[in-house]
Antibody, heavy 118, light 108 residues
Framework: QVQLKQSGPGLVQPSQSLSITCTVSGFSLTSYGVHWVRQSPGKGLEWLGVIWSGGSTDYNAAFISRLSISKDNSKSQVFFKMNSLQANDTAIYYC????????????WGQGTLVTVSA | ENVLTQSPAIMSASLGEKVTMSCRASSSVNYMYWYQQKSDASPKLWIYYTSNLAPGVPARFSGSGSGNSYSLTISSMEGEDAATYYCQQFTSSPSTWTFGGGTKLEIK
């Protein structure tokens, strides 16, 4: 079945970068796009960006200067990197698979709680 | 940027009660998605293309709307429906996805 498993640090120091890996199974990254979404404590969902099956990317304009998404199709891994983190970047970060014919975000990773603190 | 405004932000319903929540877009959209999220869990795709239920979603749920105004309805509230529901839309050129602020549904 379709699974997305995230791995990454729980604590990041201010001004440092965040790297999270999303390892997928049950589908090929050459067939589906993978999105990244975050949720600040007690707040709603915020779309960050997507890497499409062909490797192109789209980013939320608010993060385009400090966000990078890449992937390794052979390893079924998607890589998320955000630079210059501050306290207000504290959030749960999710990867999610494009829904295919349904659209939307049909499958989600378990989330990575990232705290930005010294 | 197309802003999605959900109302109410918080609501409570009795078991068996009909529930309706709203999502309004600042610019017209072609369709809406809805997600259900329970505490300490990842969101789940609940309704796609405005009115289609995702696999496993009970038939008491329905979605409707067009243009700037969309809604999610539960015909008869059940305990397992207590959750936060988010609407989401897609805009092309450039490709952007936007979520509403959510409606938290509680049991009265």
């Amino acid at each position: 079945q379709v699974q997305l498993k995230q791995s990454g640090p729980g604590l990041v120091q201010p001004s440092q970068s965040l790297s999270i890996t999303c390892t997928v199974s049950g589908f090929s990254l050459t067939s589906y796009g993978v999105h990244w979404v975050r949720q600040s404590p007690g707040k709603g969902l915020e779309w960050l960006g997507v890497i499409w099956s062909g490797g192109s990317t789209d980013y939320n304009a608010a993060f385009i200067s400090r966000l990078s998404i890449s992937k390794d199709n052979s390893k079924s891994q998607v890589f998320f990197k955000m630079n210059s983190l501050q306290a207000n970047d504290t959030a749960i970060y999710y990867c999610a698979r494009n829904g295919g014919t349904r659209g939307g975000f049909a499958y989600w990773g378990q989330g990575t709680l990232v705290t930005v603190s010294a | 940027e197309n802003v999605l405004t959900q109302s109410p932000a918080i609501m409570s319903a009795s078991l068996g009660e009909k529930v309706t929540m709203s999502c309004r877009a600042s610019s017209s959209v072609n369709y809406m998605y809805w997600y259900q999220q329970k505490s300490d869990a990842s969101p789940k795709l609940w309704i796609y293309y405005t009115s289609n239920l995702a696999p496993g979603v009970p038939a008491r749920f329905s979605g409707s709307g067009s243009g700037n105004s969309y809604s999610l309805t539960i015909s008869s509230m059940e305990g397992e429906d207590a959750a936060t529901y988010y609407c989401q839309q897609f805009t092309s050129s450039p490709s952007t996805w936007t979520f509403g602020g959510g409606t938290k549904l509680e049991i009265k």
